[in-house]
């Protein structure tokens, strides 16, 4: 593993950060913390810790000893002085003399000793920190040392490799007596450079952070060193098909599957797939139903992965039902089995847990790739990550082992730690959470702020717009995906959703927004005006609702599809046919998928919107539209019983409702502040 200490970077460092509150010691922590966190076979999303024993001044001015350990929430792939607090060091380390403390007396503990007592709750690994001596200390979870101890006699194997210069810890849960038995171990031999602690990670330490950060990147080469050394076989795979479904073609179904029904509603959840030569060649492995339902490779995985995979059968071509029915079957067994292992686990705890939803993080297709699931696109990712890392130590444990890890009940102990619970935050999901929705014409206008409205309500978003880099610009504000699409295209509308498929899984949601205006009376107006308009207005809203359902429908969870119709499909104005016209026949359009798809749960409405500044009405077309109405301009965007303009963000809170309205289907909903002409009622 490369080395990438800098002293020109570290002195950049000291000059960023040192202030009146933050002093050398910190901010050369945090330089080691963020080369650390940006590895990602040493550390991933949140995992490891790092410290620094340094001294500070208290309220009164005076100078004491502190430890500044990351706090709860922070990444040490990006992490600030705020996210190192700092605690008093004397008064922590006076816990060692107790034979006992409960999670709940450590953390009152830690908490009471902060410096700040806004400051975020220190790692949960703040004692074990704090009972070293070192000034500086690391831990992560490196790929290498886990590959090496998650084996049958991988303890032995590590003591070859490292002899004295590593004290060597039996797995223990993190806490008090983890901290306890590691200063034991430690303390039996005060020359070592770190510890192992088998089947979780590694810790070094130092009197200076590069002699720590060195000594980490030292011990992780050895190991991976010796493992390329003890690397003997590799994992022997099955016979794979040549005609196999496509992503496309397989998400909807598992993401369908792996919905949680509850009594108000549908929980989807989102996917991210990954695929790559390493993925494939441990999916494909004859004895994968083996290897990969041990466990994680090292326990902090669990909170996000669940304990294991679901493994799914091969999706061969043409045989889709099977692959769904089959799918399925495992679906339900990896349910029934998630239970059982509460069930059974829970049976032994003092006080009982509440069980999590029984859903799989993780799916693995033989032939295709892996699925990471999560309440959110960013969850799921993590999840996806995870395995990834899984799967990269596991295929090393297996090139010269056999992969094993801790018992179930020390995973069950870990997935249900409320201190491990309380890093994924428990706050009220947003309405439209781990739904998927997909805007056209989302580049500006009514789309965009479309798209602002459902990703504020909590919605993966996906902005379609002809303009890829205005779609691409909306989508980086909102943090959604941003693809360019012209829906007068069949082509280009299927290569967009299959995209989406391929990126989260699937669609709960589409807002068929993109449109534009065509004028002339409709006696003299040339056919190919006509006809060109149609095309946009009313045949690109019918191919993008007839891939959404077609997705929808694979999913089984239901869905909504969404049409701006426009004012002119009730009320036509004066020299404006060519736009009124097939915005009445896609205003029948919806009323037709309401009918047609009711009974699966697809919803289907309208919003009839009117005088709107957008692309589509510009200036130009304002100044058009007034002249033909035979008034001011100010009159004319002011023309409704409210006397007030109405605004894209208007017609985007219509949308989001209706969205949000899951007993409505058929429904048109009018904003345009009042036109008794446009009424429907």
């Not at 699409?485 to 068929?512: H, M, P, Q, W, Y």
């Not at 404006?576 to 309401?594: D, I, R, S, V």
Request: glycine share 8%.
């Amino acid at each position: 593993m490369e080395n990438l200490w800098s002293d020109e970077e570290a002195r950049s460092y000291i000059s960023r950060f040192v202030t009146n509150e933050v002093n050398e010691d910190l901010a050369l922590r945090v330089y080691t913390s963020r080369l650390l966190g940006g590895e990602p076979k040493l550390v991933l999303h949140g995992g490891g810790n790092t410290s620094v024993k340094t001294t500070m001044p208290d309220t009164l001015g005076e100078s004491i000893e502190v430890l500044c350990v990351k706090g709860s929430g922070w990444d040490l792939g990006d992490i600030e002085p705020p996210g190192l607090p700092a605690v008093r060091l004397g008064q922590i380390r006076k816990l060692a003399a107790l034979p006992s403390l409960t999670d709940e007396e450590m953390v009152n503990a830690q908490r009471l000793n902060l410096l700040e007592s806004a400051a975020p709750t220190p790692s949960v690994e703040t004692l074990l920190h704090a009972f070293l001596p070192h000034k500086f200390v690391d831990h992560t979870h490196a790929n290498a040392i886990l590959a090496l101890t998650d084996q049958e006699g991988g303890d032995e194997i590590c003591q070859e490799i490292f002899g004295n210069r590593m004290g060597y810890v039996p797995y223990i849960m993190p806490g008090f007596a983890l901290a306890k038995k590691a200063k034991e171990v430690f303390e039996e031999n005060p020359s070592v450079e770190g510890l192992i602690l088998f089947k979780h990670g590694i810790f070094t330490f130092g009197e200076t952070a590069q002699e720590s950060y060195d000594r980490m990147i030292e011990m992780v080469t050895l190991a991976e060193n010796e493992i390329k050394r003890r690397r003997s076989h590799s994992i022997e795979a099955i016979d794979i098909p040549a005609g196999l479904a496509s992503v496309v073609e397989i998400a909807p179904i598992l993401r369908g599957l792996c919905a949680i029904e509850t009594e108000k509603s549908t929980q989807r959840l989102i996917m991210d797939f990954r695929s790559s030569e390493a993925i494939l060649n441990f999916v494909n492995g004859k004895d994968l139903e083996r290897y990969s339902q041990q466990g994680t490779v090292t326990p902090d995985h669990v909170i996000r992965t669940k304990p294991n995979p679901l493994v799914t059968p091969l999706p061969e071509v043409g045989k889709l039902e099977e692959f769904k029915a089959a799918a399925k079957v495992g679906v339900q067994r990896y349910i029934a089995d998630y239970r059982a292992y509460f069930s059974r686990n829970n049976e032994k705890q003092v006080v009982p847990k509440t069980e999590l939803d029984p859903m799989p993080r993780v799916i693995l297709v033989p032939g295709v790739g892996l699925f990471g699931l999560g309440n959110s696109a960013g969850a799921a990712a993590v999840a996806a990550d995870l395995a990834e890392t899984n799967i990269d130590v596991i295929t090393d444990v297996e090139s010269m082992g056999v992969y094993k890890v801790i018992p179930e009940s020390d995973i069950f102990d870990i997935e249900y730690w409320s201190l491990e619970q309380a890093k994924l935050g428990k706050s009220a999901e947003k309405p439209l959470q781990r739904q998927i929705a997909a805007v056209t014409g989302g580049g500006s206008g009514i789309g965009a702020a479309t798209a602002r409205a459902f990703a504020n309500a909590g919605a993966v978003v996906v902005v379609l717009d002809r303009d890829e880099s205005s779609a691409a610009s909306i989508a980086a504000d909102i943090g959604g995906l941003g693809l360019g699409c012209d829906v007068t295209n069949i082509e280009s509308v299927k290569s967009a959703f299959a995209l989406i498929c391929e990126r989260f899984g699937g669609l709960d949601l589409l807002v068929s927004n993109a449109g534009a205006a065509w004028q002339g009376k409709i006696g003299e107006v040339d056919d190919a005006v006509l006809r060109e308009s149609f095309e946009l207005n009313f045949f690109a809203h019918q191919s993008v609702a007839k891939a959404a359902v077609e997705i929808m429908r694979a999913q089984g969870t239901g869905g909504c599809l969404l049409f701006n119709t426009s004012k002119q499909a009730i009320n036509p104005g004066p020299d404006f046919g060519p736009y009124g016209l097939p915005k009445a026949a896609t205003l029948f359009l919806m009323k037709q998928y309401a009918l047609d798809y009711g009974a699966e749960g697809i919803r289907s409405n309208a919003v009839n919107a009117d005088r709107i500044r957008t692309g589509l009405l510009d200036d130009e077309m304002i100044a058009a539209r007034s002249k033909a109405r035979g008034v001011s301009e100010a009159d004319y965007m002011g023309g409704n019983l409210l006397r007030r303009e109405v605004l894209a963000e208007d017609v985007a809170k219509a949308f989001l409702d209706l969205a949000l309205a899951e007993k409505t289907t058929a429904a048109v909903v009018t904003v345009d502040g009042g036109n008794i002409a446009a009424s429907l009622r």
